[in-house]
T-cell receptor, first 114, second 112 residues
């Protein structure tokens, strides 16, 4: 069981489609993240939100558009993706401002772009 | 470019032996260090965190940190087949928001 839930768990989309990934955390945290995990590459930080405000955009292409309506919910809107965007997308949360606190990951959304 | 380096493996260890996983990092100012375990097809889960030089033990797991050498390791005693997974080393880049930089992971296989 995880305090961070992601939907959908699996998504197949065409390059012209528009879809969204959803994340919800039930841990009372105030920071949320999107990470990308591709085969044979380290986990890559994409976006960071603190108290609903985006504090980090790690040079992510604009075809990925995050949205954070409140501290418990995070979305990743996807449009005109490329096959190389196929990866596991992980949402995470933590209590920002508390030194040494831990990031907790959701189960991830497996994305395949065809 | 802040980096975290791990040997990608695979590392094979017989059941009951000690598995030793190593990690080096480039940012000398890093303060928080984490080991995550990731089973195939699953998300990473936290195994250990360490913030001070020395050893930290939790059950069969021991994390070791040497900030002078910019080196962090994870020892798994009495290895079990269920320990077979990829182990990710992560280093916190900043206070406040946790901007973890991950290594590419070491794939560990425990042989019965």
């Amino acid at each position: 069981e995880t305090g961070v839930t992601q939907t959908p768990r699996h998504l197949v989309m065409g390059m012209t489609n528009k879809k969204s990934l959803k994340c919800e955390q039930h841990l009372g945290h105030n920071a949320m993240y999107w990470y990308k995990q591709s085969a044979k590459k380290p986990l890559e930080l994409m976006f960071v939100y603190n108290f609903k405000e985006q504090t980090e955009n790690n040079s992510v292409p604009s075809r990925f558009s995050p949205e954070c309506p409140n501290s418990s919910h995070l979305f990743l809107h996807l449009h005109t993706l490329q096959p190389e965007d196929s990866a596991l997308y992980l949402c995470a949360s933590s209590q920002a401002g508390a030194s040494g606190n831990t990031i907790y990951f959701g189960e991830g959304s497996w994305l395949t772009v065809v | 470019q802040k980096e975290v380096e791990q040997n990608s493996g695979p590392l094979s260890v017989p059941e009951g032996a000690i598995a030793s996983l190593n990690c080096t990092y480039s940012d000398r100012g890093s303060q928080s260090f984490f080991w995550y375990r990731q089973y195939s097809g699953k998300s990473p889960e936290l195994i250990m965190s360490i913030y001070s030089n020395g050893d930290k033990e939790d059950g069969r797991f021991t994390a070791q940190l040497n900030k002078a050498s910019q080196y962090v390791s994870l020892l798994i005693r009495d290895s079990q087949p269920s320990d077979s997974a990829t182990y990710l080393c992560a280093v916190n880049e900043s206070e406040g928001a946790q901007k973890l930089v991950f290594g590419q992971g070491t794939r560990l296989t425990i042989n019965p």
